[in-house]
């Protein structure tokens, strides 16, 4: 069964870390485009950051660039996002997609509060 899950979300207070997780089952990442989104209520979806297959390029939002690291070790089929001088702003649920060509995988959703 083909699957992406998340974990490390959670509660944490402002300018605090937070290291989300993004494990693949039932197919290998290598191949893959990866990329971390979030959406929260009332705004609209955004595309956080992204990596290439081999992990060697990455971009980021404007709003989290400095802030964010995508990172990914395809050995252990796994893709990272470390998140460090977390804001109000950056709460919502984050999601893990892989991408290559017309295939596309979602994970489920890990949520962040960042608050006092």
């Known amino acids: 069964q083909v699957q992406l899950v998340e974990s490390g979300g959670g509660l944490v207070q402002p300018g605090g870390p937070l290291r989300l997780s993004c494990a693949a089952s039932?197919?290998?990442?290598?191949?893959?485009?990866g990329s971390w989104y979030r959406r929260d209520p009332g705004k609209e979806q955004e595309s956080v950051a992204q990596?290439?297959?081999?992990?060697?390029?990455?971009t980021y939002a404007d709003s989290v660039k400095g802030r964010f690291t995508i990172s990914r070790d395809n050995t252990k089929n796994t893709m990272y996002l470390q998140m460090n001088s977390l804001r109000p702003e950056d709460t919502a649920v984050y999601y893990c997609?892989?991408?290559?060509?017309?295939?596309?995988?979602w994970g489920q959703g890990t949520r962040v509060t960042v608050s006092s």
């Open positions: 039932g197919f290998s990442i290598r191949d893959y485009v």
């Open positions: 990596i290439g297959w081999s992990g060697d390029a990455t």
């Open positions: 997609m892989v991408k290559n060509g017309p295939t596309t995988y």
